[in-house]
């Protein structure tokens, strides 16, 4: 299969899990989908974060050695939206190296209380709520954080606040 040609040529759920299938937890095929997530071409870019995104869930193991690179491909300015939310997506399953924990908190903090889509907000709830086991001394600030969210909260968000810190 040639990945490039494949994400060029439609872009569909099928697609998506032929492109997973294809790379199928190999380190090598998924450093070409993220090498596409963050190369710069708009339309490779949005359609591989898809497939990366469906990688890592499937074997997160796989996300370790572009984590930096990933967190720093957020700092690009004009990433289309589902980049940003696959790398959140992303950072729910994979395992987040020590020396990478207070960025990622700070990032999804950010993107917690930002004007960012909700699909962003409650990846980032969750990836907080994993750094709460480990961090229980930030767990306040984030539960204001959502809960002054509450009032005005999507279904979605209301249900992963529910889930990851028991507020209605």
């Not at 870019?45 to 898809?50: F, K, L, M, V």
């Not at 997160?60 to 572009?66: S, T, V, Y």
């Not at 700070?106 to 709830?125: D, H, W």
Request: hydrophobic content about 45%.
């Amino acid at each position: 299969m040639n990945p490039e040609q494949a994400l060029r040529e439609e872009h569909s759920k099928r697609r998506t899990r032929e492109l997973t299938e294809w790379v199928g937890g190999n380190r090598g095929r998924f450093q070409r989908m993220v090498g596409f997530m963050t190369g710069g071409e708009p339309l490779l870019e949005q359609r591989s974060a898809w497939v990366v995104g469906d990688c890592v869930e499937q074997w997160p193991r796989l996300a370790g050695p572009h984590l930096c690179g990933l967190l720093d491909n957020l700092d690009r300015s004009g990433l289309h939206p589902a980049v940003v939310r696959a790398t959140f997506r992303i950072l729910q399953f994979a395992d987040i190296p020590p020396v990478l924990e207070g960025r990622v908190c700070g990032m999804a903090m950010a993107a917690l209380g930002g004007a960012t889509p909700v699909a962003v907000k409650v990846y980032a709830m969750t990836v907080l709520k994993r750094l709460v086991a480990r961090y229980p001394e930030i767990e306040e600030e984030v539960r204001l954080l959502v809960a002054e969210q509450l009032p005005e909260a999507s279904p979605a968000f209301r249900a992963r606040a529910r889930m990851n810190f028991g507020l209605e």
